[in-house]
């Protein structure tokens, strides 16, 4: 089977790497509404849904009763709604960028993953080899640029709407995400300038600061969530702001503005900019993972190879490439996920900004603070370095 | 494969071109801008040199053409309150017309490049660190002066946009 994989034209295997990874991203969409509710539930004290259940699962005893009390059918039954629902197209808006918007919307958050890389193997030589679409030198500006794209969706579902309260969301979309794009490009500037060494080749691929994470020595293996909070801080406020994430809400904001930009939407178009939502929410969190929280690797100061190493005494099998790979997407995909539940537990725990705060905190206090931060770590690396 | 590409992207990218002048809807000559702007960053990603196709959609693609979809909703421009073309004056259009003539023939004259050696020499935005190394030696000077037009540019819009009545703006 991997033979007649690799005798395919590379196109082929390019598109059917990239459906792979398309086909995990919408489940988890969807999945994360489901979480999002649970844990809101949760979090205000309530149970939460726990009603939906196909017939013939809740004959089963014990195990019917306990799936539908998770509310595990309530996804199935949103999504069928969302899909099958009839997809109105008021009498009022500007019909040909109505229907673009929400396509707008998914193709930013579908295709930064190319640049993302979400796990590694080890070849025949021990060496950690990241997987990634597409391995190019300039990674990270490659998910800045085209993730920046998303905006005209937003921008583009307020005008086309035609109605004031979308119109204010989409004007406010647009104020707001361009406004943080400054922090949050300047904050990740300092972890690139330490992995850059000098005498190496340069680059702003994640992988390569994955494999700085995973050095050996108590410098080495330590996670640049350590070395960096100011930047890690700066860079996870600004991915609240740039994902429309509470509290940073506005283009949404429903106590004000109803729905904001996506007001006049329903059923499927409105179930696109959700699940673009949660794919934007994603690669973000799968981008810090990999600048700050260590990419692949278990544990601070245990990287990868180490922990395989350990595995492989006990278990001969983990030494495979497969297993390897399997277990690095693990491990990557369950601190992303953590990152979805603390991104929703702010998001149920902190009240929304008002939208002058939102604007003063990110031209008044984040910017200074990410030049001060990147001109603090920029002498600093050239001390250490010289 | 890749002629085909870039053909197909240069065409793309001249047709939105010509819709940004055409239209008169400021919404879609803004958009017609943006698709123009891929198109451009598409053709640097076929010649291969993918920093200055990723900076192009960060900088202008990004946040400059959002901008001015920002500016043109804010206005609400209607486009029909166009000025007429034949009330400009006749210099300025001898000088429109000089100008494109001039264009048009040193672009004949000398817009070919001889293929055989500049075609190997790998362009300026190929690696990032050719290009980092070029903008603080060769081209150190012209990014300064650029940067001062820009900050000069940035105070002339404060100051033509802020009115200063009673002096309260500026304690």
Redesign the interface.
């Known amino acids: 089977m991997v033979e007649f994989y690799l005798q395919l034209n590379p196109v082929v295997q390019g598109v059917l790497k990239g459906l792979a990874v398309i086909l995990v991203i919408f489940p988890i969409g969807g999945a994360c509404s489901m979480a999002e509710r649970k844990v809101s539930a949760w979090i205000q004290g309530r149970p939460g849904p726990n009603r939906a259940i196909v017939p013939w699962v809740a004959w089963i005893p014990l195990v019917g009763t306990f799936l539908q009390r998770l509310g595990l059918f309530h996804v199935m039954a949103d999504g069928g709604k969302m899909l099958f629902k009839e997809d109105a197209l008021p009498g009022h808006v500007n019909k040909f960028y109505f229907v673009l918007a929400p396509i707008v919307a998914m193709i930013p958050a579908l295709t930064t993953v190319t640049a993302v890389p979400f796990g590694a193997y080890l070849d025949s030589a021990g060496m950690v080899v990241p997987l990634v679409l597409a391995n190019v030198d300039i990674g990270l500006l490659a998910v800045f640029a085209v993730s920046s794209l998303g905006v005209y969706s937003l921008i583009l579902a307020g005008w086309a709407s035609n109605s004031k309260y979308p119109f204010l969301g989409g004007v406010r979309a647009s104020a707001q995400l361009i406004s943080y794009e400054l922090s949050m490009t300047l904050s990740v500037i300092p972890v690139f300038l330490w992995v850059n060494a000098p005498g190496m080749e340069p680059t702003m691929g994640l992988g390569r600061v994955v494999e700085f994470q995973s050095q050996p020595g108590f410098w080495g293996g330590a996670w640049f969530l350590f070395i960096m909070p100011v930047s890690a801080f700066i860079f996870l406020t600004s991915l609240f702001a740039e994902t429309n994430r509470q509290p940073f809400d506005m283009p949404e904001s429903e106590a004000d503005l109803v729905g904001g930009f996506h007001t006049e939407y329903g059923a499927f178009k409105w179930g696109l900019f959700f699940v673009a939502e949660y794919a934007h929410m994603l690669i973000g969190s799968g981008v810090f993972t990999l600048l700050f929280l260590g990419g692949w690797n278990p544990l601070p100061w245990i990287p990868l190879a180490t922990f395989v190493g350990w595995l492989s005494s006990i278990l001969p099998i983990a030494g495979h490439p497969i297993f390897v790979g399997v277990l690095s997407i693990t491990i990557f995909l369950t601190k992303v996920l953590a990152m979805i539940f603390f991104f929703m537990w702010v998001r149920w725990t902190l009240p929304r900004f008002r939208y002058d705060q939102v604007m003063e905190i990110g031209w008044k206090k984040l910017l200074p603070l990410a030049i001060a931060n990147l001109l603090a770590y920029a002498v600093g690396i050239a001390l250490l370095q010289s | 494969m890749g002629s085909l590409l870039f053909n197909v992207l240069a065409l793309s990218t001249l047709i939105a071109a010509a819709g940004v002048v055409v239209n008169k809807n400021a919404?879609n000559a803004s958009?017609c801008l943006?698709l123009s702007l891929v198109g451009v960053s598409g053709l640097f990603v076929a010649l291969e040199s993918?920093?200055l196709a990723?900076?192009l959609?960060?900088v202008y693609?990004?946040?400059i053409a959002?901008?001015f979809?920002?500016i043109v909703?804010?206005l609400d421009t209607k486009g029909d309150a166009r000025p007429t073309l034949h009330r400009l004056p006749l210099v300025a259009r001898v000088l429109a017309v000089g100008l494109v003539g001039l264009g048009l023939v040193s672009f004949a004259v000398r817009g070919q490049l001889a293929s055989s050696d500049l075609a190997k020499v790998p362009a300026v935005g190929a690696?990032?660190?050719l290009y980092?190394y070029q903008l603080f030696t060769t081209y150190l000077l012209p990014v300064q002066i650029l940067g001062f037009l820009l900050l000069i540019a940035m105070l002339g819009v404060i100051v033509l946009s802020k009115r200063f009545e009673g002096l309260e703006d500026i304690k």
């Open positions: 919404v958009m943006l993918y920093l990723f900076l959609l960060l693609a990004g946040a959002a901008l979809l920002f909703m804010l690696s990032l660190k980092a």
